[in-house]
Nanobody, 120 residues
Framework: QVQFVESGGGLVQPGGSLRLSCVAS????????MGWYRQAPGNERELVAF???????SYASSVKGRFTISRDNAKNTVDLQMNILKPEDTAVYYC??????????????WGQGTQVTVSS
């Protein structure tokens, strides 16, 4: 019911930057909160950042001050600017959206994931 196109992953050296982008599309739902999770090998999926439709934001403590999330409500896009990247940021990053017919009937939908590798 919600389709995603993610882009922007890749290999970067420690201290470098990457920008992840995600476009969500749906013909039947409204999209509310959007954000990013990540999952490193052997680890559980963890929330990186999210942004509400009112543009309130929240970040994991491990990325606060280095990552910035933004969105375009009209285009249903969410971006994650990642600066001062560290090897421990290496993971598959998943875009998500809370979508549905209204606040009482939201479900979480996931993108396919994009690999981010931070290594020298």
């Amino acid at each position: 019911q919600v389709q995603f196109v993610e882009s922007g992953g890749g290999l970067v050296q420690p201290g470098g930057s990457l920008r992840l982008s995600c476009v969500a599309s749906t013909s039947i739902f409204s999209i509310y909160t959007m954000g990013w999770y990540r999952q490193a090998p052997g680890n559980e999926r963890e929330l990186v950042a999210f942004i509400t439709s009112g543009r309130s934001t929240s970040y994991a403590s491990s990325v606060k001050g280095r990552f910035t999330i933004s969105r375009d409500n009209a285009k249903n896009t969410v971006d994650l600017q990642m600066n001062i990247l560290k090897p421990e940021d290496t993971a598959v990053y998943y875009c998500y959206a809370d979508a549905g017919y209204g606040f009482g009937s939201l479900s979480k939908y996931w993108g396919q994931g994009t690999q981010v590798t931070v290594s020298s």
